[in-house]
């Protein structure tokens, strides 16, 4: 059974910076491609990043691009998202998702496992 975990959400004031941890369990990472997505009260889910097995191509959402990095580290089974310059539009919960067909397109459709969310708030 996949299991992903988010961490590291909370709350911060506009432009402060936070890093979400997703840790996975019951599949090999590395075989897994990693994203997150996100959802604010009364609107659709957004994904904002994606990323590869092996890490080597990353795609972000323009909303976030140039303020939200996507990394993992596959020693640590663990997929982060490294957020930066946060606005009060960034206010979500921020789902994690794994695929283990390779997928890492920025749709939340097709991802093959979740992660439970973690609540982001930026103040104004």
């Known amino acids: 059974q996949v299991q992903l975990v988010e961490s590291g959400g909370g709350l911060v004031q506009t432009g402060g910076s936070l890093r979400l941890s997703c840790t996975v369990s019951?599949?090999?990472?590395?075989?897994?491609?990693m994203g997150w997505s996100r959802q604010a009260p009364g609107k659709e889910r957004e994904f904002v990043a994606a990323?590869?097995?092996?890490?080597?191509?990353?795609r972000a959402a323009d909303s976030v691009k140039g303020r939200f990095t996507i990394s993992r580290d596959n020693a640590k089974n663990t997929v982060y998202l490294q957020m930066n310059n946060l606005k009060p539009e960034d206010t979500a919960v921020y789902y994690c998702?794994?695929?283990?067909?390779?997928?890492?397109?920025?749709?939340?459709?097709?991802?093959?496992?979740w992660g439970q969310g973690t609540q982001v708030t930026v103040s104004s």
């Open positions: 998702a794994a695929d283990a067909g390779g997928f890492y397109y920025l749709t939340s459709a097709n991802w093959d496992y």
């Open positions: 019951g599949r090999t990472f590395s075989s897994l491609s």
């Open positions: 990323i590869s097995r092996s890490g080597g191509n990353t």
